[in-house]
């Protein structure tokens, strides 16, 4: 499985940016897809989660009514709205897959695959 994240910039405080992650490969396979980010000089930290056949998406508090979690399966891309931007929202994002049903949507080490990561720079 290959992921594939983009969408990133620069925005100012107060923006919106829409981050975009497709799979390919043997996507049939995958259970999970998260977002996660990382800061300069801080540990990579969850931002939203769900299931590729399912309903419920779940949120870091930080991000809970400003970020919009979607996916759509036909084109296995998974999407991440940001909305209401603030400058602490800037950082390296990545997204993820799972097969592992087992895990915690939460964990970083449920995750089997990664992408690249994207940055986004939010201005104040």
């Known amino acids: 499985v290959q992921l594939q994240a983009s969408g990133g910039g620069l925005v100012q405080a107060g923006g919106s940016l829409r981050l975009s992650c497709a799979a390919s490969?043997?996507?049939?396979?995958?259970?999970?897809v998260g977002w996660f980010r990382q800061a300069p000089g801080k540990e990579r930290e969850f931002v939203a989660a769900?299931?590729?056949?399912?309903?419920?998406?779940y949120y870091a508090d930080s991000v809970k009514g400003r970020f919009t979690m979607s996916r759509d399966n036909a084109k296995n891309t998974a999407y991440l709205q940001m909305n209401s931007l603030k400058p602490e929202d800037t950082a390296v994002y990545y997204c993820a897959c799972r097969e592992d049903y087992s895990g915690s949507s939460y964990a970083l080490g449920s995750y089997e695959y990664w992408g690249q990561g994207t940055q986004v720079t939010v201005s104040s």
């Open positions: 490969g043997r996507t049939s396979s995958l259970y999970g």
């Open positions: 769900t299931r590729w056949r399912g309903t419920t998406t």
